[in-house]
Nanobody, 124 residues
Framework: QVQLVESGGGSVQAEGSLRLSCAASGRTFNGYTMGWFRQAPGKEREFVAAIRWSGGDTYYGDSVKGRFTISRDNAVNLVYLQMNSLKPEDTAVYYC?????????????????WGQGTQVTVSS
């Protein structure tokens, strides 16, 4: 049974940094794409970044390019999201998702597995 557990959220001032982690378990993830999404109150779940578990190719949403970095550590089955130069509009619950295949989809409906989310709050 696939399980994804996010951690690392918190409160930070604008221009600060946070690193989120997603612990993945329950299967081998070779051939999977891992994604980070976020959801603010009253808004749809928004694509943030994705990474291919095999090979490490990455893809970013326009609003976070140049500020966020997604990475993974295959040895310990962790996916990271390093967030720098945070803005108040980055405030949201951040979710880790997993989908089979190599397509780095920005459509949250195409992801099969989700974590419970971690809150990120950025104050001005």
């Amino acid at each position: 049974q696939v399980q994804l557990v996010e951690s690392g959220g918190g409160s930070v001032q604008a221009e600060g940094s946070l690193r989120l982690s997603c612990a993945a378990s329950g299967r081998t993830f070779n051939g999977y794409t891992m994604g980070w999404f976020r959801q603010a109150p009253g808004k749809e779940r928004e694509f943030v970044a994705a990474i291919r578990w095999s090979g490490g190719d990455t893809y970013y949403g326009d609003s976070v390019k140049g500020r966020f970095t997604i990475s993974r550590d295959n040895a310990v089955n962790l996916v990271y999201l390093q967030m720098n130069s945070l803005k108040p509009e980055d405030t949201a619950v951040y979710y880790c998702g997993a989908r089979p295949g190599y397509i780095m989809s920005f459509d949250y409906l195409s992801y099969d597995y989700w974590g419970q989310g971690t809150q990120v709050t950025v104050s001005s």
